[in-house]
């Protein structure tokens, strides 16, 4: 018992801290708008500033919104003017049927700070609708022995306008047989009844059709007509009865088609013709038609199509049982559909923030959503939530209202998205539920300084590299995203001030290439360092830094030079040996150095040629000339070796020295120079000779070939002279000049010279360019051309 106390206790205390947030979020005023149906989208409803006694800053700040119960957006709210317009087309009969009057009821949100306030939006009806019968045709069967006055129930007309818009007066074809007198139904509708005022006469006229005609009211009016045939028939005294007046049933809301709902029987003392009932619907609206049929013999009625009692929770049938002589007893139904839970709850997502920066502080709105249950009683109540262990809370607001917020702060570098499952489950049996999966992004802050893959970096060049030369790449990571983990790149001020940085080394900013700007020299440079600096685009810039170690790698580029004998004198150096010298005896070393380094620099000599093979060796490591064997009588005084000295280098440079070799019996004989030198002087004097004869007689036949080019020329200009005489102009010309004279339009003369020019026992043949003489116009003296 006491237990119970303290259930109802917990309860009462979650009431009233609804009810306190309800009151403190909604303003109680329910603000009222009208509009008539099926006007242009775009119309003008009302301004909601003047209702809220708010200006229209605060509107737009505030982020307000319309909403709908059926979350329709029936409206659009303006939030510069604060005016409402349509937002669509409303069909009165489509939202409301037959209801009236036809409420809409929405409510406008207001974000910041949370506040709702309702409002009710007033669907007014308008005559676009005519009168229609179900039954376009109407047999009736009256008996000849009905007495006036006897009445007989039409099918009212149907439209679907409400209010004066709907049916308002009958007519019917004048005749001298019925009249029609107008009746209130139980639902506030008018139906017609036909009034006998003359007794019928089958033999005379057995049959008689009138034509009924049903208007509304609206402006202008609307009308719709059905006939009405009457079958007269003979006598029928006894009108059927039904077993109820009324009818109680209960079916459920999932009841397949075709079930049946239940069964009425009616009873007729009269026999034969007259005593056959048939059963059907009377004055019953057209949901009903489409949802019931009665089976006109047995009574049964079924279901026409699902029921759902969101829609229509309950239906009131009227049906009347017809005898063979068209007496009818009537009978009401009352179908209640009990409610199933079948429909899963509603969610409906009004904002969503995203993203949200990682620094956030807790409690911000992150989403705001509504949900809803179209079900009743428990199948109605819902409970929401989201996954366990995330960073976020669900708040209930108003009514139905929830808010999602931040439980804590967030980090980026933790987690950069949420995927947010808001659970909404029924109380019902069974239970229903409702998914729906929202997408929260969490934007990056920059609180991460970039870090370098490596504390310190080392790169390899070989020497001699081309410019440009891309020799390595230093690279970071950093944890933030977007600009924040755009890292540049750049060089430092190195620590050594005399280090020509700048003109060494390049990095490029955006990826850390590293690239050598000239070739780099190993001899020169061995190695050098520096730092690189790494800076983010992120606000306020984060940076680090590494050390950046370059080895310039030796490559092969200097041949051996070789420091002795050293072979630029003017006079070849001459080793001299004794003959008596025993095998192995030292000539001489040669001594040569490399300026590389490593096996570049390592050297080994080698004998290429000798005057006498097999008299001396070379030693492979240290360069020494010794000789190979005893010297004899036989051996030629003079030799000359050819030694090859060679590095290990990739691919090897060499060069090679020449030594001679003057084999004396003594220390003491004076030096000769060698035969071979005086004898290839000898050799060249001679070949200087010969080469000078042969330019002196090209050059001969040169000139001689120009003269007679040139008289030749002069003789076929002047063929006016029967003479035939070839004159030259007068004067005195240098032995070295040759003339050749012009006549007619060449106004001056060109000569050529030729001379040979000797030096040093050789000889050269020149070709000058031309020199122009000025000749006077008169007297035999010819000036001569200055020297070239």
Known sequence: ?????????????????????????????????SVTEEMEIGTFIANVVKDMSSNIENLAARGARVIFDDYKPYLRLDSETGHLFLNERLDREALCDLTEPCI??????????????????????????????????I????????????????????????????????????????HLKLQDSDEGRKYPELVLDQSLDREKE?????????????????????????????????????????????IPENSPVDSMVIRVSATDLDAGINGELSYSFSHVSRDIRKTFEIHPTSGEVHLKALLDFELIPSYTINIQAIDGGSLSGKSTILVRVLDVNDNPPEIAMTSLTSPIPENSSPEVVVAVFSVRDQDSGENGRMVCSIQDNLPFLLKPTFKNFYTLVTERPLDREMRSEYNITITVTDLGTPKLKTEQNITVLVSDVNDNTPTFTQNSYTLFVHENNSPALHIGTISTTDRDSGTNAQVTYSLLPPQDP????????????????????????????????????????????LSSEALVRVVVVDANDNSPFVLYPLQNGSAPCTELVPRAAEAGYLVTKVVAVDGDSGQNAWLSYQLLKATEPGLFSVWAHNGEVRTARLLSERDAAKHRLLVLVKDNGEPPLSASVTLHV?????????YLPLPEAAAEQAQADSLTVYLVIALASVSSLFLFSVLLFVAVRLCRRDRAASAGLCSVPGGHFPGHLVDISGSETLSQSYQYEVCLTGGSGASEFKFLKPVTLNLPPQGNEVEKAPPL
């Open 498 to 541: 005399h280090l020509p940085l700048a003109s060494l080394v390049s990095i490029n900013s955006d990826n850390g290439h590293l690239y050598a700007l000239r070739a780099l020299d190993f001899e020169a440079l061995q190695a050098f360092e520096f730092r690189v600096g790494a800076t983010d685009q992120g606000s306020p810039a």
């Open 1 to 33: 018992m006491e237990r119970g106390e303290r259930r109802a206790l917990q309860i009462r205390q979650v009431l009233l801290f609804f009810v306190f947030l309800e009151g403190s979020l909604v303003c109680s005023e329910t603000w009222r708008y």
């Open 206 to 250: 057995p049959e008689l059709c009138l034509t009924l005609s049903a208007s509304d009211g609206g402006s202008p009016p609307r009308s719709g007509t059905t006939l009405i045939c009457v079958m007269v028939l003979d006598i029928n005294d006894n009108a059927p009865k039904f077993e109820k007046l009324v009818y109680e049933v209960q």
């Open 104 to 137: 809409l009821h929405f409510q406008v949100l207001f974000e910041n700070p949370l506040q709702f306030f309702r409002a009710e939006l007033l669907v007014k009806d308008i005559n676009d609708h005519a009168p229609t019968f179900l039954d376009k045709h």
């Open 139 to 178: 047999l009736l069967k009256i008996s000849e022995g009905a007495t006036p006055g006897t009445s007989f129930q039409m099918d009212s007309a149907q439209d679907l306008d409400v209010g004066k818009n709907g049916v308002q007066n009958y007519t019917i074809t004048p005749n001298p047989h019925f």
């Open 662 to 670: 003057l084999l004396v019996d003594g220390f003491s004989q004076p």
